[in-house]
């Protein structure tokens, strides 16, 4: 019989993604099957799944965890956020409509069939479900139609983990003030807590425990120290962006407000002798970078016009005249050449706007997006990589005859004739060592041998004995119920 449970959060970025992702490795390794399910997320970092549809990068994480591919059914409900009040709304994989925050609110319930179909059709071929929530049950303002939390929770009857985070501060007050606010029929549902990013002497915090258990009910299932290892793990959230120092190679990413599929980032951060800087908006453009990267981006004519904000035009063009290289992916490829079109106002208002120039090619946007696995071969040294294309829009021109990157025999992305500034359309290229090898030497680093599929993986089985260490796995276990149906 399949089982199912859930782990909510006490607030956003408590640390569930990753404790899924722990779990689902540590039981795939005692011999379950075991599925990663989160009923709605809110990311623009995306990943392509094997059947052709797109996902939260976490639920693809959460799957690779489990020993399996990423599925449409792994998140049924993707928002992908286009403005401050609005977001694309993907369903089940698929690019469903553009709606404002309030507008979603009032339809949001009747996605809950799609979501149920996913979840079931998921559990027929596993022993467990791990369901991950979304911000937090306490959100009860929220409450009325919701899919994400407590209303996934009730309507397919899967008992609840709730997880706190102490490196916040207040730990008591989440669990208990989530208690609180809660009515009777969801605060039942509620049958254990995790505390989450614990530093120091757990021992310490034996009488908190014993507090939010005597005020809640709720037995807990262990305190969780800080794993260090984390960063080393594809990151989702924002809020995961942080500068990582290395070696005198210097990479400089420009933090786009709508920054989308940054775990381009996360191989680069790998390697020791590269220093990954983040350049926060107010800041310049680095005059030491080696590399300029423009990552992708949810919207590209709003981030473009806050790189000029920014004066990191300015900055660029000085740094392309020093000889400095530049790469831009994907939102930040369409970026770099003349022009940018949306006739058809995929983006916003229909309009045309001059790009930064450093591409001879325009980009014309349109409302099909592609979404594509796929394997190609550096031009230059004749390296096979492997990535993904998740994009709207077609980019041509002069410079895209200087292709670098040939894709099925077909050439793929832009460069200009002196070869230091590119484009293309491929996320997740860094991921291939032999590629990101190649490309940093390129650059002028020296040789390497960091491995980076091997670092994820050794990660993810510390992950895995980590939460075997400090939490009680088989107590959790017999707290999950049957999946029905």
């Not at 120092?245 to 002798?273: C, M, Q, T, W, Y």
């Not at 983040?278 to 310049?284: L, M, S, T, V």
């Not at 709003?302 to 035009?313: C, E, K, T, V």
């Amino acid at each position: 019989m399949t089982k199912s449970i859930m782990i909510q959060g006490a607030g956003s970025n408590v640390g569930k993604s990753m404790i899924v992702a722990g779990l689902a490795r540590a039981y795939s390794k005692r011999g379950l099957r075991v599925a990663p399910f989160k009923p709605q997320n809110m990311s623009n970092n995306a990943a392509v799944t094997v059947d052709g549809g797109e996902i939260g990068r976490a639920q693809a994480l959460q799957a690779r965890a489990a020993f399996l591919e990423p599925r449409i059914d792994m998140n049924p409900v993707l928002l992908k956020p286009e403005s401050e009040t609005g977001a694309q709304v993907i369903v089940q994989g698929k690019r469903f409509s553009t709606l404002k925050a309030r507008d979603y609110a009032n339809m949001k319930q009747s996605l809950m069939p799609k979501v149920l179909d996913s979840f079931h059709r998921l559990a027929k071929d596993v022993d467990l479900v791990l369901v991950e929530g979304a911000g937090s049950p306490a959100e009860i303002n929220l409450r009325a139609g919701d899919i994400a939390n407590m209303g996934f929770a009730q309507a397919a009857n899967v008992p609840v983990v709730l997880t706190g985070d102490i490196d916040r501060g207040g730990v008591i007050a989440q669990l208990v003030g989530t208690h609180a606010v809660l009515p009777d029929s969801d605060r039942d549902l509620i049958k254990a807590f995790i505390i989450n990013k614990f530093r120091g002497d757990i021992s310490l915090f034996d009488d908190g425990l014993d507090e939010i258990s005597n005020r809640t009910g709720w037995q807990s299932m262990g305190v969780l120290p800080w794993f260090g290892d984390a960063w080393r793990l594809p990151g989702e959230d924002v809020m995961d962006i942080i500068s990582r120092p290395g070696g005198a190679l210097k990479i400089a990413v420009p933090r786009l407000g709508k920054i989308a599929n940054f775990d381009d980032l996360d191989p680069l951060s790998s390697e020791p002798d590269i220093t990954v800087e983040n350049i926060e908006p107010g800041r310049p453009l680095p005059g030491d970078a080696t590399l300029v990267l423009i990552p992708g981006t949810k919207s590209t004519i709003a981030d473009l016009a806050d790189f000029r904000a920014n004066g990191w035009d300015i900055d660029l063009a000085a740094h392309v005249r020093r000889g400095g290289h530049v790469l831009g992916i994907c939102g930040g490829y369409q970026m770099l050449g003349q022009t940018i079109s949306d006739p058809n106002g995929t983006e916003g208002k229909a309009c045309k706007v001059p790009g930064l120039g450093l591409l001879d090619v325009q980009t014309v946007m349109h409302p099909k997006k592609q979404l594509a696995r796929t394997q190609a071969i550096y031009l230059e040294t004749g390296t096979p990589l492997e990535g993904y294309e998740i994009h709207l829009g077609n980019t041509t021109g002069p410079d895209c005859d200087h292709a670098w990157l040939s894709v099925g025999g077909t050439p793929h992305g832009a460069a200009a004739l002196s070869g230091r500034v590119r484009g293309c359309y491929l996320h997740g290229l860094f991921a291939s060592d032999q590629f990101r090898h190649s490309y940093l030497a390129g650059l002028g680093a020296g040789p390497s041998d960091t491995n980076y599929d091997a670092t994820v993986e050794v990660t993810l089985d510390q992950l895995a004995a980590h939460m075997e260490q400090h939490l009680d796995l088989d107590e959790l276990l017999a707290l999950a119920g049957p999946v029905s149906g």
